[in-house]
């Protein structure tokens, strides 16, 4: 599915979320707080955003990208500022770096695409260095509220109808809403964090409550 809707990929979500993805990445890069010379790993990489990201924010820095879909990498790695990012294939449950790998860990909706959140972030926190920094955003249930419904038409009609005229795959663009409405809260991710071993964790919401940055320190 997301190898199909690659091309078009980081236009949608510039799309679905009025430009504002841009700017949390910038945030999740921020609380990574990379220095010079530093290790940054980000997992379910994409097309890169993050790790350009941090490459922008920290030039000296090193940023791999590691990712299940080979596709969304290949577009990654034609942007601009692509052939800086080590690009890796790899299995986020199953992460092929030896522990302590990384100064920082940081993803993009990744944990609500894999079928075990804990795994997950059991891996991430094995390849972090001790004091390294986890950084993650992802999507969270929408609040109740009276805004609610305002969001569900986003979500279910204007989502999926932008997905079939962009990237002609109106099948990924209604998983990807759905996928949104069915996550764990951002209260529940922060308790996976803790119960990996991750300290000092927080979260903060963003767009009426349907993002959330997430941070820890091992």
């Not at 249930?141 to 997905?163: C, E, N, T």
Request: charged share 20%; net charge positive; proline share 5%.
């Amino acid at each position: 599915m997301f190898a199909s809707i690659a091309p078009r990929y980081d236009l949608m979500n510039r799309l679905m979320t009025l430009g504002q993805d841009r700017t949390w990445r910038r945030e999740v890069v921020r609380r990574a707080t990379l220095g010079e010379g530093q290790r940054l790993l980000d997992v379910g990489t994409g097309t890169g955003d993050i790790a350009l990201e941090a490459l922008r924010q920290a030039p000296g820095a090193l940023a791999v990208g590691a990712d299940f879909t080979p596709g969304m990498m290949r577009a990654g790695r034609s942007r601009a500022g692509g052939a800086r990012v080590r690009w890796v294939v790899a299995d986020a449950l199953h992460l092929p770096f030896a522990g302590g790998s990384f100064d920082a860990v940081a993803s993009g909706y990744l944990l609500r695409n894999v079928t075990d959140v804990p795994q997950a972030l059991a891996e991430q926190h094995r390849v972090l260095r001790s004091k390294g920094r986890f950084v993650c955003l992802d999507t969270t249930p929408p609040p109740r509220s009276i805004l609610r419904p305002f969001i569900h038409f986003h979500l279910h009609v204007m989502i999926p109808l932008m997905g079939r005229v962009i990237t002609g795959s109106s099948a990924a663009y209604t998983y990807l809403p759905d996928s949104t409405e069915a996550f764990l809260s951002a209260e529940i991710i922060a308790d996976h964090l803790r119960a990996v071993g991750l300290r000092a964790v927080g979260f903060v919401r963003r767009m009426l409550g349907t993002m959330a940055i997430h941070w820890g320190v091992k």
